[in-house]
């Protein structure tokens, strides 16, 4: 079974300055793909970067950053310059690639809350 | 514009009522899948659907049940079996299910159930 860890329940951030968001990973699986999404107050959740288990570079995608460390199974999301709209619940979630009763299914980790001051 | 819709956005029942949650996607998307998040908690799967007329549970479909019967919708029933079904459903879809195709979300539907 897949599991996904998010440590910090909340994290504080002055605005214009970077934050590193923790996540870690257990699965027995070798492909896997890691995604993080961001869930406002509004509650719909968007999608902000993936990295997956085969990819040697770590992922970017504008401010948002993954700090894919596969020997630890972790997958830190890094926010640069933060912004007063990035104030949200941020979630880190796998996805095994593989055959089996796991297939296909995204497991989340309990999420961070991300505030940012001004 | 392309996206997925849920509707309503907030729904009232009482208790004992089975209650119908509707997906619709004009994404193209093969898989489509339905969440549920109680309050500052992360997404758990309940059903999900790789293809039309085919659907699996997820890790917590007791009480709810789902059809595919056309590529664009997923309705969700919330039954009257389910112990507690006040929470946030989101419904999700993706071109597949695995790879790097990441899902796309709907707007959501709060359950109040009382």
């Known amino acids: 079974a897949q599991k996904i860890t998010q440590t910090q329940p909340g994290m504080f951030v002055q605005e214009k300055e970077a934050v590193t968001l923790d996540c870690t990973y257990d699965t027995s699986d070798q492909s896997y793909g890691l995604f993080w999404y961001k869930q406002p107050s509004s509650g719909e959740m968007i999608f902000l970067i993936y990295?997956?288990?085969?990819?040697?570079q770590n992922a970017t995608e504008g401010r948002y950053s993954l700090n894919f460390q596969k020997a630890r199974k972790s997958a830190n999301l890094v926010i640069s310059a933060s912004q007063l709209g990035d104030s949200a619940m941020y979630f880190c979630?796998?996805?095994?690639?593989?055959?089996?009763?796991?297939?296909?299914?995204?497991?989340f980790g309990q999420g961070t809350i991300l505030t940012v001051h001004p | 514009d392309g996206g997925i819709t849920q509707s309503p956005k907030y729904l009232f029942r009482k208790e004992g009522q089975n209650v119908t949650l509707s997906c619709e996607q004009n994404?193209?998307?093969?898989?489509m899948y339905w969440y549920r998040q109680d309050p500052g908690q992360g997404l758990r799967l309940i059903y999900y659907s790789q293809i039309v007329n085919d659907f699996q549970k997820g890790d917590i479909a007791e009480g709810y049940s789902v059809s595919r019967e056309k590529k664009e919708s997923f309705p969700l029933t919330v039954t009257s079996a389910q112990k507690n079904p006040t929470a946030f459903y989101l419904c999700?879809?993706?071109?597949?299910?695995?790879?790097?195709?990441?899902?796309?979300f709907g707007p959501g539907t709060r359950l109040t159930v009382t």
């Open positions: 994404l193209n998307h093969d898989a």
């Open positions: 990295q997956g288990s085969y990819d040697e």
């Open positions: 979630a796998m996805r095994v690639n593989a055959g089996g009763t796991s297939y296909g299914k995204l497991t």
């Open positions: 999700a879809s993706s071109m597949g299910l695995a790879g790097g195709h990441e899902q796309y």
